[in-house]
């Protein structure tokens, strides 16, 4: 059981640039969510979806676009990178407050 | 709203030290409360739940017992080890829903020293 599966675990991006991380679980959670995580801020909700083809906003979505085409897959896509986006990233699938963590992607913009 | 405040870090600690990490939460309706863990590198990981009021979750040798009347759900470990280095995560889900948001403290850093 692989639980939360989340691709790449380091990036490094130029400014302007787009790329998508990449989120998956196996558990069929109909609950998923991205945060991103900075020193002394916690964890901070970007995005979430509640199934698939509905997805919301959380506390700091701009910059930041998601889907939900099928109850698996949750990638965030980052439309053009801004050094105040480096940070590091985590999906989470859940079911009644019980979390599933993927293993974090480390995003630095220069 | 939901919210949850938990006491800042870092917190440093000898070995066999007495651990609290103390968590407060603001709730609209009967939540459930957890304490998560992230070691370094990793992910979070559920460290242990109460799901209603005078619950006592229990893990690890960690302990927390949900207070309503107080609005607390405070961490406790009788005797640390180094290898309990890790930030730790206070956090609340309404027990209404089984979507699963939760609403996270901010983080309490632990340090413990051989």
């Known amino acids: 059981n692989a639980g939360v599966t989340q691709t790449p675990k380091f990036q490094v991006l130029k400014t302007g640039q787009s790329m998508t991380l990449q989120c998956a679980q196996d558990m069929n959670h109909e609950y998923m969510s991205w945060y991103r995580q900075d020193p002394g801020m916690g964890l901070r909700l970007i995005h979430y979806s509640v199934g698939a083809g509905i997805t919301d906003q959380g506390e700091v979505p701009n910059g930041y676009n998601v889907s939900r085409s099928t109850t698996e897959d949750f990638p965030l896509r980052l439309l053009s990178a801004a050094p105040s986006q480096t940070s590091v990233y985590f999906c989470?699938?859940?079911?009644?407050?019980?979390?599933?963590f993927g293993q974090g992607t480390r995003l630095t913009v220069v | 709203g939901n919210s949850v405040t938990q006491m800042e870090g870092p917190v440093t600690l000898s070995e066999e030290a007495f651990l609290t990490i103390n968590c407060t939460y603001t709730?609209?309706?009967?939540?459930?409360l957890f304490w998560y863990v992230q070691y370094p590198g990793e992910g979070l990981q559920l460290l242990l739940k109460?799901?209603?009021?005078?619950d006592k979750g229990s893990n690890k040798g960690f302990e927390a017992t949900y207070r309503k009347e107080t609005t607390s759900f405070h961490l406790e470990k009788g005797s640390v080890q180094v290898s309990d280095s890790a930030v730790y995560f206070c956090?609340?889900?309404?027990?209404?829903?089984?979507?699963?948001?939760?609403?996270f403290g901010r983080g309490t850093q632990l340090t413990v020293w051989p």
């Open positions: 709730a609209t309706g009967y939540p459930s």
């Open positions: 109460a799901t209603k009021a005078d």
């Open positions: 956090a609340l889900s309404d027990r209404g829903s089984t979507l699963g948001r939760l609403y």
């Open positions: 989470a699938s859940s079911y009644s407050g019980l979390a599933f």
